[in-house]
């Protein structure tokens, strides 16, 4: 770590643990003393920037302190690796030094002593900007400055104050709660308002606040935040990290969306988000590929529901609506709404498969890539279909197809209504359920003969309102293997097909 000696303004490099050292948090200007800058002393003297080293030295003398560390002279930034470690040990560095001194150029010098009032200094440009919110969080003692270098107090004293500007709680700032101990939306959240210079940066800069690291690489772009995600997946089971918000005019243009928000803005709230664990629940993870094996309450409505709750309301769950594009595989839908749910248990939770980062107009359904074989329903507007069995096929609904090979070797049911009459004939009547109600369930079972050859065996039952699920478990194969290939009922196909494509 490279160090200013306070008392000859000298670099000092200390390969291992270094001294008691003060740090410098401020928001950058046009003319900033460089790592070159500074070995140089007739340049740095001319650099309106110099006057900030000297007052930080200065002060830190005064406390006791004989270095000092401040990033826009103590990085050779013309070198990537040293760039890269010092971004990657930025919040270390804050964290581990003695004291920080924020300074707030843009403080009013008529400031009131002391600040009782967040008003005197919540138009301050420290508080907009990405890299300070770590500086924000990281050390244990902070001393605000003011212009011309005036106190303005102490981290603990202004909490506060400081909780109204950045609504970050007063535990996390005293350190009383440690940052893991509040959920992944909270701390997006807290860097929701916030700007950096390039678009990288707004992901690197909370590395250190997710305990996480990553290799910088200047010119990707918002990919750079799919990373941090990535590696905040990798080091959590909180499901809070799918709880964003897309804005309306994002979500019109791309109404399809993965699991991942594009930036912090997307997680801006008003309420705190908590995580729960859950024994009933897996763990979401990684798959690769750009997609996520995501372990969820999956509901028949397309609500998915995740791990986490909003504000004080423990029985009414987070979720996010998603269509099923085939093979297990489901997007986000309505992106810039979360969903509240009332969540009663037990509940079943069941694994299913996310893309990772998508922004797309239209759905693209997976069977119209690789699916050869797979199971339709055709539904006319006499039947509609309200619900499918085992509920791990409910997203089934949204595209009416599904693999065959999702069938093999598994019992599928589809509840559905039936209009009585149909061209002036009574349906049920005519098939000798005159005293049934309107709801059938077609039970469906499959069986692999070869690679691209499969048996079909069905049931039709009559079911009653609230029988549906009970009927299907009771469902038994029956002994004869169903030769066509659909199956009709008042002259409109309900279900086929075995072929390459949907017929």
């Known amino acids: 770590m490279r160090l200013i000696n306070t008392g000859t ?29 500074f070995t140089n002393l007739s340049t740095r003297a001319t650099k ?41 040990s930025m919040f270390r560095w804050y964290r581990d030094a003695a004291i920080c001194y924020a300074y707030l150029e843009d403080a009013s010098e008529n400031i009131q002593l002391p600040v009782t009032s967040s008003s005197s200094i919540k138009h301050c440009r420290w508080f907009t ?21 005036t106190a303005i107090g102490r981290k603990t004293d202004l909490r506060e104050i400081l909780e109204q500007i950045t609504g970050i709680p ?10 893991d101990q509040t959920s992944v939306a909270n701390r997006m959240n807290w860097a929701a308002k916030r700007e950096t210079t390039r678009e990288e940066d707004i ?4 590395m250190g606040i997710f305990d996480v690291n990553m290799p910088m690489i200047y010119g990707e772009g918002k990919n750079a935040f799919t990373r941090l995600q990535d590696e905040i997946l990798k080091q959590t089971q909180d499901d809070s990290l799918f709880a964003w918000r897309a804005s309306e005019e994002s979500a019109s243009e791309a109404p399809y969306r993965g699991l991942f928000a594009s930036s912090p803005k997307e997680f801006a709230s008003e309420m705190t988000t908590t995580p729960f664990l859950t024994s009933m629940a897996g763990a979401s993870t990684l798959l690769g590929n750009g997609r996520i094996s995501l372990s969820c309450a999956l509901y028949q409505d397309g609500f998915i529901g995740l791990k986490c709750f909003q ?4 029985s009414t769950v987070v979720g996010i609506q998603a269509i099923n594009t085939g093979n297990n595989h489901f997007i986000r839908s309505n992106p810039s709404q979360l969903v509240l749910k009332s969540h009663q248990y037990p509940v079943a939770f069941q694994t299913v498969v996310f893309d990772k980062f998508v922004e797309m107009r239209e759905p693209r359904l997976l069977s119209d890539i690789y699916q050869h074989n797979e199971f339709t329903l055709a539904l006319p507007p006499e039947i509609s279909l309200l619900a499918v069995y085992p509920k791990e096929y409910a997203g089934f609904q949204d595209t009416m197809r599904l693999p065959i090979t999702h069938l093999v070797g598994k019992k599928v049911a589809f509840h559905m209504e039936v209009d009585r009459k149909i061209s002036g004939v009574d349906v049920f009547q005519k098939i000798g359920w005159s005293d049934k109600g309107t709801a059938v369930l077609l039970v469906l079972w499959a069986e692999q003969l070869s ?9 039709l039952l009559a079911v009653k309102a609230g029988d549906a699920e009970l009927e299907f478990i009771d469902a038994e194969k029956p002994p004869e293997v169903l030769d066509a290939k659909e199956i009709v009922i008042a002259w409109s196909t309900i279900c086929a097909t075995e072929s390459h494509t949907t017929q």
Request: aromatic content about 16%; proline content about 5%; some cysteine.
């Open 170 to 179: 007063c535990k996390i700032l005293t350190g009383d709660m440690r940052l």
């Open 48 to 88: 309106s920037g110099f006057a900030k080293i000297k007052q930080t030295c200065e002060q830190a003398l005064k406390d006791g302190f004989s270095y000092a560390w401040i990033d826009t002279c103590c990085i050779n930034k013309e070198s990537s690796s040293e760039l890269s470690e010092a971004i990657n």
């Open 311 to 314: 504000g004080t309301e423990l």
């Open 9 to 37: 303004l000298e670099f000092t490099w200390f390969p291992k643990t270094p001294p008691p050292y003060a740090i410098l948090s401020h928001t950058w200007g046009p003319d900033e003393v460089t790592f070159a800058d």
């Open 129 to 149: 900007r990405g890299w300070t919110l770590q500086e924000l969080l990281a050390p244990k003692e902070i001393v605000f400055f003011g212009a011309k270098w």
């Open 203 to 206: 992901a690197y800069c909370l």
């Open 451 to 459: 690679t691209s050859s499969f048996t079909f065996y069905f049931d």
